[in-house]
């Protein structure tokens, strides 16, 4: 790293334009280059464990985040970033946002989707579903209080015979088909507008992606329903 730095040093001094090109991403790969160095110093050579936070994993992306899925090896653990998505009736996506830092819980990430829903279109969505990495008692209490007239989202773990019994109810499991429903237009989202891998670059250039993802999900999901109006009108005059 002492060379880099004298050569950094150097480039910068220079007057030639394509040292001076050379020079910036340089100085901003230093840093990241002793960071990864160091942290592996720490875990591999002096067994410590190191935190997430204090990881470099991409030094080309270095905002790209350490996410742990809770999947059978080898797919527990993924690098990048969590995107939060709430879906309202018709299939439209109408609130998603960029974890940029961590890998928080899932039910930390309910609270402000419903305000925002609130927000947005001045009442609390009739019905809230999700798995169960969003239940929390607190999580419940809030949609209640905010006017969720019916919310189905599992508990995990023990259940007692009335929350058993409450689950079961049909109304529940519609819910929970229609967020079976919502993991299936996930995935084709990912699919169709390539939002598994973003070409651009930084933090901002992912916002933007995802952020057109979402704008071109939307018009599909609004052209289809027209193509389907438009054939159910020419069926009706046949």
């Known amino acids: 790293m002492t060379q880099?730095?004298?050569v950094a040093v150097a480039l910068q001094a220079s007057t030639d334009p394509q040292a001076q090109r050379l020079a910036q991403p340089l100085a901003e790969f230093i840093p990241w280059v002793?960071?990864?160095?160091?942290?592996?110093?720490?875990?591999?050579?002096?067994?410590?464990s190191?935190?997430?936070?204090a990881k470099v994993v991409s030094l080309f992306e270095p905002h790209t985040q350490i996410i742990c899925r809770g999947k059978a090896p080898p797919h527990e653990t993924e690098f990048g970033h969590k995107v939060n998505y709430a879906e309202a009736d018709g299939g439209f996506i109408v609130d998603w946002n960029?974890?940029?830092?961590?890998?928080?819980?899932?039910?930390t990430l309910l609270p402000p989707a419903l305000r925002h829903h609130l927000k947005l279109f001045g009442h609390a969505p009739e019905v809230l579903a999700g798995d169960r990495g969003l239940f929390s008692p607190e999580n419940e209490d809030l949609a209640r209080h905010l006017g969720v007239k019916r919310i189905a989202i599992p508990q995990p773990g023990h259940r007692t015979p009335q929350r058993q019994a409450h689950e079961k109810q049909k109304w529940f499991k519609q819910g929970q088909r229609l967020r079976n429903g919502i993991e299936g237009r996930i995935s084709v989202v990912c699919r169709t507008v390539q939002l598994r891998c973003c070409p651009n670059h930084g933090?901002?250039?992912?916002e933007r992606w995802v952020d057109w993802g979402v704008i071109v999900a939307n018009l599909?999901?609004?052209?289809?329903?027209l193509r389907k109006r438009r054939r159910r009108s020419q069926s009706n005059v046949t």
């Open 50 to 53: 190191v935190p997430a936070a």
């Open 4 to 6: 880099a730095r004298q």
């Open 203 to 206: 933090l901002s250039g992912l």
């Open 220 to 225: 599909v999901v609004m052209a289809r329903r």
């Open 34 to 48: 002793e960071q990864a160095i160091a942290q592996t110093v720490r875990r591999v050579l002096n067994g410590e």
């Open 98 to 107: 960029i974890v940029a830092q961590g890998n928080p819980p899932d039910d």
